[in-house]
């Protein structure tokens, strides 16, 4: 019985760090996307670039290797 909790504990205490790390995840995003549309370019890229690099398979760094493509595009 004493196993079963503690398996559980483990598992919560993994669930809730996979969602803090998400969290932190579409933060970055949401602050990445705001400094390119104040045309800070060199942050924005930074920031994807972050995402990816810290949160690889996540939805948003799934977002954030999208808006880095779009950015590698020569402007009209």
Avoid: W
């Avoid at 799934?62 to 493509?69: P, V």
């Amino acid at each position: 019985m004493k196993f079963f909790i503690l398996a559980g504990v483990f598992l919560l205490s993994l669930l809730s760090v996979g969602c803090s790390g998400q969290s932190k995840a579409q933060e970055m995003l949401e602050t990445a996307r705001f400094e390119e549309k104040q045309h800070n370019i060199e942050h924005a890229t930074q920031l994807y670039q972050d995402i990816v690099r810290s949160f690889p398979g996540s939805p948003s760094a799934r977002d954030a290797l999208t808006r880095l493509e779009l950015l590698k595009r020569p402007r009209p």
